[in-house]
């Protein structure tokens, strides 16, 4: 289909990258690879190998020899620059275990106002009054599924925009820009995106997580994490005669659900830079049950301030029953982003850059979770994360913009090319 119309574009590039990132798009979607929590393997899924190893050939058919999928199923490849830090692309090939995603039919629709029906389910469309940024897309050409499974933009967006920028690099060598690698990962999606990522072997001096939603967003912060376990030891007697006896862990606990704050603290009353503590799973019988938090904040010293709490709350537990034992373990998860990226601000100041240089002014944002660039920052990898255009992901009603998503993907390509300027091109420890 023509998409092309450069009027539509603030970006020349974006206009060019279009129908090459609508048609990569179209096809990664189809390719199901979805992740399994429960799976011991990795990658979890072996079908996640389809893509790679399809990712993988066509950045050969460019003539990016050395690509290859490792024995985890990431495919790293590389692409020549002629000055500059080499600059780490990132994007992940599984999709979400919350709704399927196999069988995915993907519909585009030029949308001009109202609901977008799903041709696979009659009960469902995508509202403007529930996700909202449909409204100011107008006039776009939305891509969605039939309503029947998840569409998968998160995170094949991320993966067509990187694939579309660098054979867009590839196709115009007079560009000078940065030394590349790219970085296709698995399993993000159940926790375990980058376990066996060689930070070493990727080789390059920082990255950018292309994994973001709404257009102009550069993620700079995460939640600082951590999972708390209450493990409360009771006395368990045979119940017909355990009168004076029996001391009951099941109860024990309940207590101290009961006590957790109600109007504040948990996911369900808090919002934008509010932190939480939230008991995801009770084990357990009456002789011995354990209670699982995890708990978050974007300020580390609020942070230990809420496992504090908990543990208050496990000591008043005990205080009235001496004849339990409680004892809270604490397990850090990740560190917030921002601690690691404001090291070396230059890196997503430069994302902001190139945000502007395709028209769009950034706004910085936090995330109310975790991302493989939250680890890898910690292990010595710089990685902001950067905007595909999806929009409600790990749904049924997710949907992305062909236009937002070449806006995605000429920033990529503005990005690598502004590492290679001399104002930027200067050794990332001096920046
Ligand atoms: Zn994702």
Known sequence: MALADESRYASAIAAELADDVLDRLLRYVRIDTQSDPESATYPSTAKQKD????LAREL?????????????????????????????????????PDESGSGVRPQVV?????????????????????????AERVGHDIVTTDGTTLLGADDKAGVAEIMAAVAYLVRHPEIEHAPVRVGFTVDEEVGRGVLHFDIAKFGASFAYTLD??????????????????????????HPGTSKGKMVNSIKLAAALIERLPSDRLSPE??????????PIRVVGGTAETTITFIVR????????????????????????????????????????????????????????????????????????GGTDGSVLSERGLLTPNVFTGGQEYHSVEEWISVQDMAI????????????????????????
């Open 51 to 54: 893509l790679t190893e399809l």
């Open 110 to 134: 030029h949308y001009e106002g109202g609901d977008i029906d799903l041709p696979g389910d009659a009960r469902r469309s995508i509202r403007p009054g529930e996700s909202t940024l449909l």
């Open 408 to 431: 995605s993907a000429a920033a990529i390509v503005e990005l690598v090319k502004l590492w290679a300027e001399p104002d930027w091109a200067v050794p990332p420890e001096a920046s």
């Open 269 to 278: 009353t808090t919002e934008k830079r509010e932190g939480f503590v939230h």
């Open 212 to 237: 973001g939603a709404k257009v102009g967003e550069i993620d700079d912060e995460t939640f600082a994490a951590s999972e708390l376990r209450v493990r409360i030891y009771g006395h368990s007697v």
């Open 297 to 368: 904040d974007f300020d580390a010293v609020q942070l230990k301030q809420h496992e504090q709490l908990l543990r208050e709350l496990a000591e008043s537990i005990e205080a009235e029953e001496p004849r339990a034992r409680v004892v809270v373990e604490v397990e850090d998860s990740y560190r917030n982003l921002k601690e690691f990226l404001d090291r070396r601000p230059r890196i997503a100041e430069a994302a902001d850059e190139a945000t502007r240089r395709v028209g769009v002014e950034p706004v910085r944002t936090a995330i109310r």
């Open 60 to 96: 050969r058919e460019l003539g990016i020899d050395d690509a290859v999928v490792d024995e985890h199923g990431y495919v790293f490849a590389s692409l020549t620059g002629s000055r500059g830090p080499t600059v780490g692309l990132i994007a992940h090939v599984d999709t979400s």
